[in-house]
Each structure stands twice: as C-alpha cells, then as structure tokens.
T-cell receptor
C-alpha cells in the first residue's frame, strides 16, 4: 500500500544552520504531498504542499520540491530559528490506492534548534 | 474565519467505557477526517465523512465509529475502551476532501484510558 518514510529524529541544529529533512514516498498514480508541523500541545498546521511533479511548495522560508523520479519531497530551510523547534510530518493524499480525504503520514521528525 | 474546534480537549475514562468526541469544521468545509496519534503508531487515519456519509475508512476495529450531521459537524465514538485507545484524536476538515485539498486540523482531544 501507499506509504511515507521520513528520516529519523531527533535532529538537533544550532540557530542559523541549514535544515534538510528527507521524505520519500511509495504510491501509485499522482499523489499530492504535504509537510505539516506540530508544536508541543497543538494540532497539526500545514507548512507547505505540492500537488504535481516538479511543483515547489514554500512557506516561512521552508521549501520542498515534488520529485517524481526519486519519489521524494525533502524539506529544506536555509537558516533555522529556535522558534522552528517542532515535529515535522511528511504526508501524501490521493494517488491510485488512496482516495481523497485520507492523509498517510510519515513517522515524524523532531527538530530541536539551540541558540 | 474560526478554525476547527474539538471538544472536549481532555478526557479520562476507564476500560470498558465508551466515549464520544466532537468536531466542528471550518465554516463551508464539507469533509471531516479523523486521525489517531500515538507515540508508537504515529498518525493513523480513522475515517472520513462527506455530506453525512462515510467515504473512507482506515484499519481500525468496529469499536471505532463516527457520524456527520447536516451542518458538517462530526462525532466519533469509541465503545468498550481499551488501554491501547489512549491517544490524541485529531479532527481535520477540508472543503471537499479531494486529494489536493488542504486539511485543517483541530487541537485534538487527549483521551486517557485507565
């Protein structure tokens, strides 16, 4: 079935460091891809999304490009801040085996940014 | 526009009891999905409702059920609670529930089963 795999955490970085969180997926067809962020004690917030191959999603300095050839959607940010400390989830929706309205999540990557 | 609201925020129940959780979607959204979040299993899809009909279902036992009302508000019910049902239950709404739609999440209901 469809699945999402993220790099394991926790990831610890110093402020202003470069961030990459790897995400790969398995799905038939053409799923949409998402990055969500969860701050302590809160629900999930959409960070960015891409709905077709080669699309780049971006928000708040974060970017991710939908690479169908490598089935990847890696999250990057050029300079992280302490306020970026959170858990990041990669997810997919749609595709051949997955109807809309259902998100399949990766296991989450905890990011901790030190001053 | 008000976000997704979930009530209650916290619940403590004992094994064998049943529980009902409520979710009010963003105004105008017709699709409501439910997810279970646990440290061991991560985020897992429970079910999705659209126009009062269950359109999608995850791999959970029949003890987990839900419904949606004509105003798009949704409830989920868990009967005969087990210790393993302790989790954060998240509700999400989207306009039509299509694969490109963004799902907006509520803050969740933290259920503890003793």
């Amino acid at each position: 079935g469809d699945s999402v795999t993220q790099m394991e955490g926790p990831v610890t970085l110093s402020e202003e460091a470069f961030l990459t969180i790897n995400c790969t997926y398995t799905a038939t067809g053409y799923p949409s891809l998402f990055w969500y962020v969860q701050y302590p004690g809160e629900g999930l917030q959409l960070l960015l999304k891409a709905t077709k191959a080669d699309d780049k999603g971006s928000n708040k300095g974060f970017e991710a490009t939908y690479r169908k050839e490598t089935t990847s959607f890696h999250l990057e940010k050029g300079s992280v801040q302490v306020s970026d400390s959170a858990v990041y989830f990669c997810a997919l929706s749609g595709g051949g085996n997955n109807q809309g309205g259902k998100l399949i999540f990766g296991q989450g990557t905890e990011l901790s940014v030190k001053p | 526009k008000a976000g997704v609201t979930q009530t209650p925020r916290y619940l403590i129940k004992t094994r064998g009891q049943q529980v009902t959780l409520s979710c009010s979607p963003i105004s105008g959204h017709r699709s409501v999905s439910w997810y279970q979040q646990t440290p061991g299993q991560g985020l897992q899809f429970l079910f999705e409702y659209f126009s009062e009909t269950q359109r999608n279902k995850g791999n959970f036992p029949g003890r987990f059920s839900g419904r949606q009302f004509s105003n798009s508000r949704s409830e989920m019910n868990v009967s005969t609670l087990e210790l393993g049902d302790s989790a954060l239950y998240l509700c999400a709404s989207s306009f039509l529930g299509g694969s490109t739609d963004t799902q907006y999440f509520g803050p969740g209901t933290r259920l503890t089963v003793l």
